[in-house]
Structures are given as structure tokens and as C-alpha cells.
């Protein structure tokens, strides 16, 4: 006797979107700051067929930290360490206005800067020290945790702005 065999399983779009939410709630409670290995709850979930492996590389990572900082990472490094706030660094960066409008760009100047995390708006600090050398991001600083009601140069006061970081040295 012969079995049919069964054809693949299709994950629906709301079987995709509660595993995606709950790989990301997964990720947000697990102690990201220890370094565990990039990719494994992706890997997990296109060998259990909850995803199609190439859907893996459009997913990304999103943390939100308590001062309302959030770091979208648009591309994973292969870096093991984290900088401190007391750590140098060299990054790319491109620093935009909500609506669009860029007001600094390294990448528009063609140079990488370096600097210490604790010469920056407290945004940079907090959301470099959960990067790794090669990784990219979107940070997203709310007025409070940018330059507040002071503003700086072309930002006015009590404004929130998006930042481009992508890591490249600790030092």
C-alpha cells in the first residue's frame, strides 16, 4: 500500500505574523547584553517551517530601551564585543530630521569619525552599547534623550531625530 505523500505545509499570514510577533517579544526578554549567538530563533524557525528561509534576511531586530531609545538593526554584524560607555568608537552615521531632512552625514563627507560614547547625547551612548563591530542600525531619540530643550546648532529645542549608525571600530 501506497501513501500519498503530503504536500508542504503553507504558513498563513497570521501564522507568520504570531511567530514573527513572538520572536521578537522572545528577543526583547532574553538577555540580548550576553552575546548569544546571532540568528538561532530565525534558523529555528525556517527549519520548522514557520518561515521561508528567505524571509530570515528581511526580518529585523528591534530593541526599545527604557528612555524610550529604539534601535531598528538594519544589518548584523560579526562582532562578539560591545562597547562600554566609556568606549571609543568609529562609526558611519547620518543624522536626519522625522520628516526626512539630513542635518550631519559622515557618509555624505566620505570619512568614518571617531569619538567616546561619553562625548555623545545620551541616545548615541545607550544604543551603541548594544551594537557590534559591523552592525547597522536606525536609532530612533526621543528630545529628552537628544539635545532636549536646548537644541544644538540646526536642531531645535525639543526635537526627535533618527540616526544612521553603522559600527566599525572600538578602541
Known sequence: MKFARRPAARVTRWQFKHFE???KAARAQSNHHLNAPRGLLDELAVQSGF???TAVHT???EITLP???KITFTKRGTGTVKP???SKVTVHYE???LDGRVFDSSFRRGETISFGLNQVIPAWTQAVCEMVVGDRATIFCPSA???GSRGAGPIPP???LLFDVELFEIN
Open 67 to 69: 528612555s524610550g531609545v
Open 51 to 53: 518561515i521561508h528561509p
Open 21 to 23: 510577533r513572538n520572536t
Open 158 to 160: 525639543n526635537t526627535d
Open 59 to 61: 526580518m529585523s531586530d
Open 145 to 147: 534623550t537628544a539635545y
Open 95 to 97: 543624522g536626519t530630521f
Open 84 to 86: 562600554t560607555p566609556k
